[in-house]
């Protein structure tokens, strides 16, 4: 099974990504951040509970994600040839319970691969899915540098966990989709490869 986390800061590119990877090795993809707005948009408990995180750009709580990204699981397993995973884990937290989860499944991460970006880049790209998607916290500068510090100090330090097993790649976000995505595919060539 070919099981991906795609990482980065917000803004990076990792669900512009996740879609077009996905396609081209028959993957699920499996996004927290989408799973959650679907929740908050059905208001059901989940989602109520949620939302008073993401509107302030901040971590919504490990428990209730890795409950989640298990159910998912489940559900998925038996029907693909492996996953991406799209904003999950964001802490060591959810990377120690998650390595776990798989380990029970008999299956592993593959790799990690970060995409590295500027900051003005991301702050721009952010404002600008703000103006076109009205995503409501794309729309304030001050939720988008909550969201860039938070994974500053939170999340970024999860790649020495990744890198401790060896399957950390950093490869450069900047440039269009195409580009990056040539990127993606050559690092994930590679291994598969081995
Ligand atoms: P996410 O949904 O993961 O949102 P994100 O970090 O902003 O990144 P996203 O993947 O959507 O954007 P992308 O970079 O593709 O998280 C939202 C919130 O959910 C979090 O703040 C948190 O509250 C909560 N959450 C989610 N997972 C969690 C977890 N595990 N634990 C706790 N809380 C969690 O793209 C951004 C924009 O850039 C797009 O408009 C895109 O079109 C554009 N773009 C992409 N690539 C480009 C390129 N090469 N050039 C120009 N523009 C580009």
Same mark, same amino acid.
């Given at each position: 099974m070919l099981n991906i986390v795609l990482f980065g #800061? *917000? +803004?990076?590119g990792k669900g512009t990504q996740s879609q077009i990877v996905m396609n081209r090795y028959n993957l699920m993809h499996l996004s927290t951040g989408d799973i959650l707005r679907n929740a908050m948009d059905r208001k059901t408990p989940r989602g109520i509970q949620a939302k008073k995180y993401m509107s302030r750009g901040e971590l919504v709580p490990d428990e209730l994600v890795i409950g989640i990204i298990g159910r998912r699981l489940d559900e998925y397993l038996n029907k693909t040839n492996g996953f991406i995973f799209d +904003?999950? *884990? %964001? @802490?060591t937290l959810q990377a120690k319970e998650f390595d776990i989860i798989l380990a029970q499944k008999q299956i592993s991460i593959t790799l990690m691969i970060e995409l590295e970006v500027d900051h003005d880049e991301l702050i721009s790209r952010l404002m600008k899915r703000g103006q076109l998607c009205g995503r409501s916290d794309d729309q304030d500068i001050d939720v988008i540098n909550n969201r860039i510090n938070i994974y500053n100090q939170s @999340? %970024? #330090?999860l790649m020495e966990y990744y890198k401790a097993q060896g399957k950390y790649v950093g490869i450069n976000g900047m440039g269009d989709v195409d580009e990056i995505y040539q990127r993606i595919c050559s690092v994930i060539d590679k291994e598969i490869q081995k």
């Open positions: #800061p *917000p +803004g990076a +904003g999950f *884990p %964001r @802490t @999340t %970024r #330090p």
